[in-house]
């Protein structure tokens, strides 16, 4: 049953044989003439002292409903006709005129009540049209079943694409026992803003593989019956993008561990390369000098303590790297900034050394001790120092220029900033400086400055960037004396 036929059976008493008499052309005129006949005799044999002709627009109406305007006019002549048949001869009148005026507005009456009737149905008819148009346009499947006997009483046409036999209690019982429902008990009761408040379930379909968002509510249907309306909509493509948007993310946080790992490792096996380098030489030394007639025994010892240096730097390079992919609890310490710039320097020596770089060393006098971690800390410098260099790397050799110093700022904050005189970096790129995997440097994954950041924004300090008078790239970032603060 559609919505137009339950609406125009709403229409009259909730009677059995009025929803049998409107479902039917004929049967709607078989009871219009039989009530038009009725109406007559009664006319009749009450003398039309109580003018029953009023009551044949009952009649007329029926027909018009069921049968459309031919019917009901066809009604309208027989009523008309059987008023005049049987009154005629026993007329009030004292004229014939006004015998045939009133059975013109009798007629008359009839005809206009029949079109009214007929344009009412009809716009009730497009009203209809229209709204079932638009449900069976929409990509969900909608169907309103009776609460007590579970009888469908509406389905739009996706619901019946959905369900593979006819839609009826049974095929639509028997499709939603093919359903999974996810977290069945975690109904979810959303408030529209009207009276109905719809629950939402997820549910599978274990024959085709679609997922569904299922909602229901109790409604009051067109003949006030108490029915539940559902509606599927089908989600599977939201479901796919939603595992392929994890999927992406799980990807791309494999391949920044893998970015970061392939970076710690190009970074260990460079600093590592410089103290290997330093002991072969040292100890190449040595051997010519034992090679000698007369071997200079001090010289020896000098060059293989150097050596002995140079193992332990490397050891402390591996302990420090070491130190800095280990997850752990931050190690706060009460620490000199001074001596954390001088470490790093000390593992960058070799490299300012062989790029011919002048560099200049400015540390604040009686610095402060405050909490931070050590290992993370001298990271920081030792990226920002390795940046610079790599920067004046194709300046000519009395253009390299890198400096590094620290501060003590008001309010008690430690500020270390380094300074290089290389070609600098451009506008459109500041903005994307601590952007992950963005880098300047043709060889560089673009990690080193957001790692910088993260750690030093970590002890509640800042790193920032500019140019110097001098037209210098500067690095700077502060420690304030709290910095314990953010890990506490």
Same mark, same amino acid.
């Given at each position: 049953?559609? %919505?137009?036929?339950?609406?125009?059976?709403?229409?009259?008493?909730?009677?059995?044989?009025? $929803?049998?008499?409107?479902?039917?052309?004929?049967?709607?005129?078989?009871?219009?003439?039989?009530?038009?006949?009725?109406?007559?005799?009664?006319?009749?044999?009450?003398?039309?002292?109580?003018?029953?002709?009023?009551?044949?627009?009952?009649?007329?109406?029926?027909?018009?409903?069921?049968?459309?305007?031919?019917?009901?006019?066809?009604?309208?002549?027989?009523?008309?006709?059987?008023?005049?048949?049987?009154?005629?001869?026993? $007329?009030?009148?004292?004229?014939?005129?006004?015998?045939?005026?009133?059975?013109?507005?009798?007629?008359?009456?009839?005809?206009?009540?029949?079109?009214?009737?007929?344009?009412?149905?009809?716009?009730?008819?497009?009203?209809?049209?229209?709204?079932?148009?638009?449900?069976?346009?929409?990509?969900?499947?909608?169907?309103?079943?009776?609460?007590?006997?579970?009888?469908?009483?509406?389905?739009?046409?996706?619901?019946?694409?959905?369900?593979?036999?006819?839609?009826?209690?049974?095929?639509?019982?028997?499709?939603?026992?093919?359903? +999974?429902?996810?977290?069945?008990?975690?109904?979810?009761?959303?408030?529209?803003?009207?009276?109905?408040?719809?629950?939402?379930?997820?549910?599978?379909?274990?024959?085709?593989?679609?997922?569904?968002?299922?909602?229901?509510?109790?409604?009051?249907?067109?003949?006030?019956?108490?029915?539940?309306?559902? %509606?599927?909509?089908?989600?599977?493509?939201?479901?796919?993008?939603?595992?392929?948007?994890?999927? $992406?993310?799980?990807?791309?946080?494999?391949?920044?561990?893998?970015?970061?790992?392939?970076?710690?490792?190009?970074?260990?096996?460079?600093?590592?390369?410089?103290?290997?380098?330093?002991?072969?030489?040292?100890?190449?030394?040595?051997?010519?000098?034992?090679?000698?007639?007369?071997?200079?025994?001090?010289?020896?010892?000098?060059?293989?303590?150097?050596?002995?240096?140079?193992?332990?730097?490397?050891?402390?390079?591996?302990?420090? +790297?070491?130190?800095?992919?280990?997850?752990?609890?931050?190690?706060?310490?009460? /620490?000199?900034? =001074?001596?954390?710039?001088?470490?790093?320097?000390?593992?960058?020596?070799?490299?300012?050394? =062989?790029?011919?770089?002048?560099?200049?060393?400015?540390?604040?006098?009686?610095?402060?001790? %405050?909490?931070?971690?050590?290992?993370?800390?001298?990271?920081?410098?030792?990226?920002?120092?390795? =940046?610079?260099?790599?920067?004046?790397?194709?300046?000519?050799?009395?253009?390299? &220029?890198?400096?590094?110093?620290?501060?003590? !700022?008001?309010?008690?904050?430690?500020?270390?900033?380094? &300074?290089?005189?290389?070609?600098?970096?451009?506008?459109?790129?500041?903005?994307?400086?601590?952007?992950?995997?963005?880098?300047? &440097?043709?060889?560089?994954?673009?990690?080193?400055?957001?790692? /910088?950041?993260?750690?030093? !924004?970590? $002890?509640?300090?800042?790193?920032?960037?500019?140019?110097?008078?001098?037209?210098?790239?500067?690095?700077?970032?502060?420690?304030?004396?709290?910095?314990?603060?953010?890990?506490?």
């Amino acid at each position: 049953m559609n %919505i137009s036929q339950t609406r125009i059976r709403g229409f009259f008493p909730a009677n059995p044989l009025w $929803h049998w008499a409107v479902g039917s052309k004929l049967h709607g005129a078989l009871v219009a003439f039989a009530l038009v006949a009725l109406i007559a005799v009664l006319d009749y044999r009450t003398g039309y002292e109580i003018r029953l002709a009023i009551l044949y627009m009952l009649p007329i109406a029926l027909a018009t409903w069921s049968g459309g305007m031919l019917s009901g006019l066809s009604v309208s002549v027989a009523a008309v006709a059987c008023w005049g048949i049987s009154f005629s001869p026993n $007329h009030i009148y004292s004229r014939e005129m006004f015998y045939y005026w009133e059975g013109f507005l009798l007629a008359a009456t009839f005809v206009i009540f029949v079109m009214l009737l007929h344009r009412l149905r009809g716009a009730l008819a497009q009203a209809d049209a229209r709204f079932l148009q638009v449900l069976n346009g929409l990509s969900a499947g909608i169907y309103v079943a009776n609460r007590t006997d579970g009888n469908v009483l509406y389905a739009n046409q996706y619901c019946a694409e959905m369900v593979p036999a006819e839609v009826n209690a049974q095929s639509v019982a028997a499709f939603e026992s093919r359903l +999974t429902f996810i977290d069945a008990g975690r109904q979810r009761n959303v408030s529209t803003g009207t009276a109905a408040q719809f629950t939402y379930q997820e549910a599978r379909d274990e024959q085709t593989g679609h997922w569904y968002l299922i909602q229901s509510t109790p409604i009051r249907w067109v003949n006030n019956e108490n029915v539940t309306l559902r %509606i599927f909509m089908d989600i599977t493509e939201q479901k796919q993008a939603l595992a392929l948007k994890r999927q $992406h993310e799980e990807m791309v946080h494999n391949t920044a561990r893998s970015s970061v790992l392939t970076e710690i490792a190009s970074m260990l096996g460079h600093e590592i390369n410089q103290p290997l380098m330093a002991i072969a030489t040292y100890n190449n030394a040595s051997i010519m000098l034992l090679s000698k007639s007369e071997p200079e025994i001090d010289e020896v010892i000098a060059a293989l303590e150097k050596c002995r240096v140079q193992a332990i730097r490397a050891s402390h390079i591996v302990d420090r +790297t070491r130190s800095f992919l280990t997850r752990r609890a931050p190690s706060l310490e009460h /620490c000199n900034i =001074n001596d954390i710039v001088v470490q790093a320097v000390q593992a960058l020596e070799i490299e300012l050394q =062989n790029a011919a770089i002048s560099f200049e060393i400015d540390l604040a006098d009686n610095a402060l001790e %405050i909490m931070f971690d050590r290992t993370l800390i001298e990271q920081v410098v030792v990226n920002l120092l390795r =940046n610079a260099i790599d920067a004046v790397q194709d300046m000519r050799s009395t253009a390299r &220029k890198v400096s590094i110093s620290t501060t003590i !700022e008001p309010g008690t904050a430690i500020a270390v900033c380094v &300074k290089d005189s290389g070609p600098g970096i451009s506008e459109a790129d500041e903005a994307r400086l601590y952007t992950p995997f963005f880098s300047t &440097k043709s060889q560089g994954l673009g990690l080193g400055l957001c790692i /910088c950041r993260s750690i030093v !924004e970590a $002890h509640a300090g800042q790193l920032t960037y500019f140019r110097t008078a001098e037209n210098e790239t500067a690095f700077r970032f502060t420690l304030p004396h709290l910095a314990v603060s953010r890990y506490a």
